[in-house]
C-alpha cells in the first residue's frame, strides 16, 4: 500500500528531472557573472576605496579642528622656617584649538593627486568590466562550440554505423571484402572515441560557465543557423588605433600616472617654499583649592588668533633628493605611457586582422562545406555503382564533419574577435553585446543531456 502511495511522488519528481533547461541569452549571463565573479567584485571594491582614497585628499586643504581637556590633581608640601605644611589643590582645563592653511604648495599638489585617483579608479572600473565581457563571451561560446563538436561527431558516428551496416551486408551478398567492413569498424571506434573525448570538453566548458556566472547548469541560447556576422566597421585600421590611443583604459591609466607623478615633482619642490597658516584655540582653566602660587580657587580663559609663517632653511639635503628622486620618477611614468600606447596599438592591429582573418576563414569554411558535401554524395553513389571503395565514403564522411565542425568554431572566433578588437582599442561596452545577442537563436529550452548516438546494426 505504501508503495503506491509513493509511486506519484516518485512520477513527480522523474518528470520535473526529465524537464528541458531553461536556455539563457549572453545578456542574462552576463548580467549575473556581473553580480558573482569574484574578480570584477574584487575590482568594485577596490574602486570604491580608490574613491575614498581621493576624498582625502581634500583634508589637506580644510581646517583642523582638536578638542583638548584635562584634570589634574597636585599635593604640594611646603617647609617654612622648620614649618611643613600640605596643601592638596586640582586643576580642570579644556580646550579648542582650529588651523586653517594659507598657503601650503605641497596640500594643494596632493589635492590635485587626489583629482587624479578618481580618474585612476574609473579607468581601473572600465579595464575589469571590459575583461568580464570576454570572458563572459568567451565562455559562453566555448560552450556551444563544444556543444556544435558533440553533436557533430555523433552525427558522424551515425553515418558512419550506416556504413559500417552497408559493408556487412555486402560483405554478407559477396559484393564487397572484409576489408570494408573493417576499416569501417576502425573509423567507427575512432569517432567513438573522439565522441567521449568531446562529451568530455563539453562537461568542462560548461563548469567553467557556471562558475564564471554562479549558476548550476547553465544553457546558452545556440547561433540562429546561417546568420550572418556582422560587418567589421569601420574598414579603416587606422580609426581603431586612434581610438584606442584616446580612450584605451590602459593608457588612461599610465596617462593619469605620468600626471601624478609630476604632481609629486610639485610637492617635492614645495619643500623649499614656505608655509602660511591661521591659527586659533581658546583654553578655559579652573584650579580649585588655589596653585601653586596661590591659596584662593581661580578661573581663566585665553583666545589666541593669529598666523604661523614657516620658512624651511635646510634639511640634511632631503628635499634634494627627495626631488631627483621624483624627477626620475616622472621620467618613468613617461616611458610607461610610450610603452601603453605601442602596446595597445599593436594588440589592435593583430586583434583588427584576426578579426579580418576569421571572416575570411568562415566565407572558405562555408565554401568547403558546400564542395565536401558534394564530394560525399559523389562517393557514396560512386560506392553504390562500384567505382568508389568503402575508405573513400568515410574519408568524405571524416572531412565533411570536421568541415561542420571548424566553420561553428571559425563563426564563434569571429563574434568573440569582434569583442576583443573593441578590447583592444578600449571602446567595449556592455551594450556591444546587444548585437552579438541578436544573432542568438530565441529558444526557449535546451536539451539537459546531448542525444544518444547510433550504434551499428
Same mark, same amino acid.
Given at each position: 500500500?505504501?508503495?503506491?502511495?509513493?509511486?506519484?511522488?516518485?512520477?513527480?519528481?522523474?518528470?520535473?528531472?526529465?524537464?528541458?533547461?531553461?536556455?539563457?541569452?549572453?545578456?542574462?549571463?552576463?548580467?549575473?557573472?556581473?553580480?558573482?565573479?569574484?574578480?570584477?567584485?574584487?575590482?568594485?571594491?577596490?574602486?570604491?576605496?580608490?574613491?575614498?582614497?581621493?576624498? $582625502?585628499?581634500?583634508?589637506?586643504?580644510?581646517?583642523?579642528?582638536?578638542?583638548?581637556?584635562?584634570?589634574?590633581?597636585?599635593?604640594?608640601?611646603?617647609?617654612?622656617?622648620?614649618?611643613?605644611?600640605?596643601?592638596?589643590?586640582?586643576?580642570?582645563?579644556?580646550?579648542?584649538?582650529?588651523?586653517?592653511?594659507?598657503?601650503?604648495?605641497?596640500?594643494?599638489?596632493?589635492?590635485?593627486?587626489?583629482?587624479?585617483?578618481?580618474?585612476?579608479?574609473?579607468?581601473?572600473?572600465?579595464?575589469?568590466?571590459?575583461?568580464?565581457?570576454?570572458?563572459?563571451?568567451?565562455?559562453?561560446?566555448?560552450?556551444?562550440?563544444?556543444?556544435?563538436?558533440?553533436?557533430?561527431?555523433?552525427?558522424?558516428?551515425?553515418?558512419?554505423?550506416?556504413?559500417?551496416?552497408?559493408?556487412?551486408?555486402?560483405?554478407?551478398?559477396?559484393? #564487397?571484402?572484409?576489408?570494408?567492413?573493417?576499416?569501417?569498424?576502425?573509423?567507427?571506434?575512432?569517432?567513438?572515441?573522439?565522441?567521449?573525448?568531446?562529451?568530455?570538453?563539453?562537461?568542462?566548458?560548461?563548469?567553467?560557465?557556471?562558475?564564471?556566472?554562479?549558476?548550476?547548469?547553465?544553457?546558452?541560447?545556440?547561433?540562429?543557423?546561417?546568420?550572418?556576422?556582422?560587418?567589421?566597421?569601420?574598414?579603416?585600421?587606422?580609426?581603431?588605433?586612434?581610438?584606442?590611443?584616446? $580612450?584605451?583604459?590602459?593608457?588612461?591609466?599610465?596617462?593619469?600616472?605620468?600626471?601624478?607623478?609630476?604632481?609629486?615633482?610639485?610637492?617635492?619642490?614645495?619643500?623649499?617654499?614656505?608655509?602660511?597658516?591661521?591659527?586659533?584655540?581658546?583654553?578655559?582653566?579652573?584650579?580649585?583649592?588655589?596653585?601653586?602660587?596661590?591659596?584662593?580657587?581661580?578661573?581663566? $580663559?585665553?583666545?589666541?588668533?593669529?598666523?604661523?609663517?614657516?620658512?624651511?632653511?635646510?634639511?640634511?639635503?632631503?628635499?634634494?633628493?627627495?626631488?631627483?628622486?621624483?624627477?626620475?620618477?616622472?621620467?618613468?611614468?613617461?616611458?610607461?605611457?610610450?610603452?601603453?600606447?605601442?602596446?595597445?596599438?599593436?594588440?589592435?592591429?593583430?586583434?583588427?586582422?584576426?578579426?579580418?582573418?576569421?571572416?575570411?576563414?568562415?566565407?572558405?569554411?562555408?565554401?568547403?562545406?558546400?564542395?565536401?558535401?558534394?564530394?560525399?554524395?559523389?562517393?557514396?553513389?560512386?560506392?553504390?555503382?562500384?567505382?568508389?571503395?568503402?575508405?573513400?565514403?568515410?574519408?568524405?564522411?571524416? $572531412?565533411?564533419?570536421?568541415?561542420?565542425?571548424?566553420?561553428?568554431?571559425?563563426?564563434?572566433?569571429?563574434?568573440?574577435?569582434?569583442?576583443?578588437?573593441?578590447?583592444?582599442?578600449?571602446?567595449?561596452?556592455?551594450?556591444?553585446?546587444?548585437?552579438?545577442?541578436?544573432?542568438?537563436?530565441?529558444?526557449?529550452?535546451?536539451?539537459?543531456? #546531448?542525444?544518444?548516438?547510433?550504434?551499428?546494426?
Amino acid at each position: 500500500m505504501k508503495t503506491y502511495r509513493l509511486l506519484p511522488l516518485t512520477l513527480a519528481i522523474g518528470a520535473a528531472l526529465a524537464l528541458p533547461v531553461r536556455a539563457q541569452s549572453l545578456l542574462e549571463l552576463y548580467d549575473a557573472a556581473r553580480g558573482h565573479d569574484a574578480a570584477y567584485q574584487s575590482a568594485k571594491s577596490q574602486y570604491e576605496a580608490n574613491l575614498a582614497k581621493a576624498d $582625502q585628499a581634500k583634508a589637506a586643504l580644510l581646517p583642523t579642528v582638536n578638542l583638548t581637556a584635562g584634570a589634574s590633581t597636585t599635593q604640594l608640601r611646603t617647609e617654612t622656617g622648620g614649618t611643613t605644611t600640605d596643601r592638596n589643590f586640582d586643576n580642570q582645563n579644556v580646550g579648542i584649538s582650529a588651523t586653517q592653511p594659507l598657503y601650503r604648495a605641497a596640500n594643494y599638489a596632493s589635492y590635485q593627486q587626489g583629482t587624479r585617483q578618481t580618474e585612476l579608479a574609473e579607468a581601473q572600473l572600465l579595464a575589469a568590466e571590459q575583461d568580464l565581457i570576454v570572458r563572459v563571451s568567451q565562455a559562453y561560446f566555448d560552450v556551444l562550440a563544444s556543444q556544435d563538436s558533440l553533436t557533430f561527431v555523433q552525427a558522424q558516428k551515425t553515418a558512419v554505423a550506416e556504413q559500417l551496416a552497408s559493408a556487412r551486408r555486402n560483405f554478407e551478398v559477396g559484393t #564487397a571484402t572484409i576489408t570494408d567492413t573493417r576499416e569501417a569498424q576502425a573509423r567507427f571506434d575512432l569517432v567513438t572515441a573522439q565522441e567521449i573525448a568531446a562529451d568530455n570538453d563539453l562537461r568542462v566548458k560548461k563548469l567553467a560557465l557556471n562558475q564564471l556566472v554562479g549558476k548550476a547548469d547553465t544553457a546558452p541560447h545556440p547561433l540562429v543557423p546561417a546568420s550572418g556576422l556582422p560587418a567589421l566597421l569601420p574598414e579603416d585600421i587606422n580609426t581603431w588605433v586612434q581610438q584606442g590611443q584616446d $580612450q584605451h583604459p590602459a593608457i588612461r591609466q599610465a596617462r593619469i600616472a605620468m600626471e601624478v607623478a609630476t604632481l609629486e615633482t610639485d610637492k617635492a619642490k614645495a619643500g623649499h617654499k614656505p608655509t602660511l597658516d591661521l591659527t586659533a584655540s581658546h583654553v578655559a582653566n579652573r584650579n580649585v583649592g588655589g596653585s601653586a602660587t596661590s591659596i584662593s580657587d581661580s578661573r581663566t $580663559q585665553n583666545t589666541t588668533v593669529g598666523v604661523q609663517f614657516v620658512l624651511p632653511l635646510f634639511a640634511g639635503f632631503a628635499t634634494q633628493n627627495r626631488l631627483k628622486e621624483t624627477l626620475a620618477l616622472e621620467d618613468k611614468a613617461r616611458s610607461d605611457l610610450d610603452a601603453a600606447q605601442r602596446n595597445v596599438a599593436q594588440g589592435t592591429r593583430s586583434a583588427y586582422f584576426g578579426v579580418v582573418s576569421g571572416l575570411g576563414q568562415v566565407k572558405a569554411l562555408e565554401a568547403a562545406e558546400t564542395s565536401s558535401q558534394s564530394a560525399l554524395d559523389a562517393n557514396k553513389l560512386g560506392y553504390q555503382v562500384g567505382v568508389r571503395i568503402n575508405i573513400d565514403v568515410l574519408n568524405s564522411q571524416s $572531412q565533411l564533419y570536421q568541415t561542420k565542425r571548424d566553420l561553428a568554431k571559425a563563426r564563434y572566433d569571429v563574434l568573440v574577435g569582434g569583442l576583443k578588437l573593441r578590447q583592444a582599442n578600449g571602446t567595449l561596452k556592455s551594450d556591444d553585446l546587444q548585437g552579438v545577442n541578436a544573432l542568438l537563436a530565441p529558444a526557449a529550452t535546451a536539451p539537459a543531456t #546531448a542525444a544518444p548516438a547510433a550504434q551499428p546494426r
